[in-house]
């Protein structure tokens, strides 16, 4: 059964749609099957060049925030101005808590996150039936969502994942746990952070992104005697993905006499510097950089391959993954994976199970990992089936979601304070 008029989640995303946040679409196509009524506001859009398939599945409206102030001044400062005529003083709060962050900060990201809910109270929300905002990543979009509530009392909620949790000060993000309903976040580890985080004030969710089990399965026999092996990664090209600690090990597992190919997926501001690093190494005939790919096209290239690697680590800023979700994809694919230590990872590669682990930014370690499954392949094989069979069990999509599905419509189910109504035009 479907969500009344009056009974709608805001879902406040960075922005939508976008092609390496397939875990966001996933979540919105379940909700809504759950019965959830959604409308997204977007803090920009993307125009991305590929898009998922399935985003023309999403029965929620999609409003675009002024992401280039410049562009819209007159909207922006209109929408602002007419907020602080009608709740002058809740507005002043608001703004001086804004100012007195970017001023601390030396960034002006905490104004203009303000601004931007301003719009979204003002000009966005009216006529929606919106009573509760979600939104994804704790920075900007909890930023938006967290003003919008105290310029609206509409009550907010958010999803917290990996870098936004870790690069922004303790004590901001406890400020926004704090207003908040509740809080969702997708590995153990962050879950046990962000309640030290919270102290006791807000409920903490942990829900696995997880995948829909018919959309990844498992190939047939993978490896012909005559065809060398095939290793897959795939990621945005940034640090935290260690990409170049992969080329690095590949080198090594070639100067040791193993055949194989590599096709990394993904596109980012590493590529020029890992083409270099590719020539350089002289891997130009086992290493093919594909570029982005649709979700579909990533699916099939799974159910081609024999292994798949990634070598994520923290940076000095703390920026991190949590657990990536190509990860998940491939064990549901049936891969063993090769990969690292960090964060929420050891929570879904189980060490001599379904795959090898080892510490972060170790060339060497990580070339032993990837040898020992190239040479064994009944044991890759082994380490495959039982990733499926962890992946069936605690990464599903639907049985992750549901708890999230739940909360909001406890959410939606308490009485709105009247100045919800007042605010939004109810």
Do not use: W
């Amino acid at each position: 059964m479907g969500s009344t008029e009056g009974s709608r989640v805001g879902f406040v995303l960075k922005g939508f749609p976008r092609l390496s946040e397939s875990f966001i679409l996933r979540e919105i196509l379940l909700l809504e099957a759950m019965g959830l009524d959604l409308h997204i506001f977007a803090l920009r859009n993307p125009d991305e060049k590929h898009v998922h398939e399935r985003v023309a599945q999403v029965r929620a409206a999609v409003t675009y925030l002024p992401d280039r102030f410049l562009e819209a001044l007159g909207l922006v400062f209109g929408a602002n101005l007419r907020l602080a005529a009608r709740m002058p003083l809740r507005y002043a709060v608001g703004l001086v808590e804004a100012v007195a962050h970017s001023v601390r900060e030396l960034d002006p990201a905490t104004l203009k996150r303000f601004l931007q809910a301003g719009v979204l109270v003002q000009r966005a929300l009216p006529g929606t039936g919106v009573r509760h905002l979600h939104s994804h990543f704790c920075n900007d979009p909890t930023t938006v969502a967290y003003f919008a509530s105290r310029l609206s009392g509409i009550p907010y909620s958010f999803s917290a994942h990996a870098k936004d949790i870790y690069t922004q000060r303790p004590g901001r993000l406890s400020g926004k746990i704090a207003g908040a309903r509740f809080v969702t976040t997708c590995t153990g580890s962050n879950h046990d952070h962000l309640e030290r985080l919270a102290a006791g004030t807000t409920p903490i969710l942990r829900c696995y992104h997880g995948i829909e089990l018919d959309r990844y399965q498992p190939g047939a026999e993978r490896r012909e005697p005559s065809r060398a092996p095939h290793i897959l990664t795939v990621g945005r090209l940034v640090a935290k993905k260690g990409f170049p600690v992969l080329l690095d090990a590949l080198a090594i597992v070639r100067e040791r006499g193993l055949d194989f190919r590599c096709t990394i997926v993904g596109r980012g501001p590493l590529e020029p510097a890992l083409r270099e690093q590719i020539a350089r190494l002289a891997l130009q005939d086992r290493v093919t950089l594909a570029g982005a790919l649709p979700e579909r096209d990533v699916a099939e290239l799974y159910r081609r391959v024999d292994l798949f690697a990634l070598a994520c680590e923290v940076e000095a800023d703390g920026d991190r993954d949590g657990i990536p979700n190509v990860v998940i994809e491939a064990m549901a694919s049936g891969l063993p994976v090769v990969s690292t230590d960090v964060s929420g990872l050891p929570e879904c590669v189980e060490r001599g199970v379904t795959g090898l682990l080892v510490p972060e930014r170790q060339p060497l370690a990580l070339a032993d990992a990837i040898e020992r499954l190239l040479s064994a392949p009944e044991l890759a094989a082994g380490m495959g089936r039982a990733g499926r069979a962890k992946v069936e069990r605690d990464f599903a999509a639907a049985r992750n979601v549901a708890p999230i599905a739940a909360a909001l419509r406890d959410a939606l189910a308490a009485e709105p304070a009247r100045e919800v109504l007042h605010a939004v035009g109810g």
